[in-house]
């Protein structure tokens, strides 16, 4: 596993490339979601390496343009292809800043009593970015990370009604807040002192949200 030292180091050697474009039915696109799958494939492929982004561009369409019909994709294919790397680029960035916050959060948390936890299956099949124990309160928190926009702040709200059985009433938000965070590269990442504040939250505002450790091993 990299340090978050290590991802910063190789971070400041990739290059992002903003494209402004939007076609409607990639970003509508029913299925178009796995192609955030391309990014724990590549992590895994090459454990030590932090994907580029045009790599994960690549395997993003890979996994995505044979989800639209072949007559579409005939006559008007460049559209879809570029529609689907403005969204893998929108992409690429978040998970890039989700993995670095990850790792921080583990750095920092765990000298508190905290385990941070990181489960692909959690994230994909649960909508849960990372899992928080508090083993000082004893409670399991679960935890979004996002972007504080308006679009990011209702795709969090929309992931609730994404799968059955989800019930986010207990969950916690940690927003990212891009005039708080630091910029290694060209990429926006949380910052330590985000984490160190969201941390305090956790065993003041938040301490009531998530469940007991006793509740979860009874049921």
């Known amino acids: 596993m990299l340090s978050s030292k290590e991802i910063e180091a190789q971070l400041k050697l990739i290059p992002l490339h903003y494209i402004h474009y939007n076609y409607s039915p ?8 796995a192609g955030i799958g391309a990014y724990p494939y590549l992590r895994e492929r090459q454990p030590h390496l932090i994907p580029t982004e045009k790599d994960f561009c690549e395997a993003f369409i890979a996994k995505t343009i044979h989800l639209f019909p072949v007559e579409k994709l005939m006559t008007d294919y460049e559209k879809y292809r570029l529609g689907l790397e403005c969204r893998a680029k929108r992409a690429y960035r978040s998970l890039v800043r989700e993995e670095h916050c990850i790792t921080r959060m583990k750095e920092i948390m765990e000298l508190y009593g905290f385990t941070i936890l990181y489960d692909n299956e959690d994230d994909w099949r649960k909508g849960i970015d990372v899992t928080v ?87």
């Open 133 to 219: 124990i508090d083993r000082k309160l004893e409670r399991e928190q679960y935890v979004h990370l996002f972007v504080d926009s308006p679009s990011s702040r209702k795709h969090r709200k929309n992931k609730a009604f994404r799968g059955q059985g989800r019930d986010f009433s207990t969950h916690v938000d940690f927003p990212f807040v891009k005039e708080q965070g630091k910029r290694v590269g060209d990429f926006h990442l949380y910052s330590d002192e985000q984490i160190y504040r969201f941390m305090r939250k956790l065993r003041t505002d938040f301490k009531h949200m998530g469940i007991s450790l006793e509740e979860k091993a009874a049921t």
């Open 26 to 33: 990639v970003e509508y696109g029913k299925g178009v979601s």
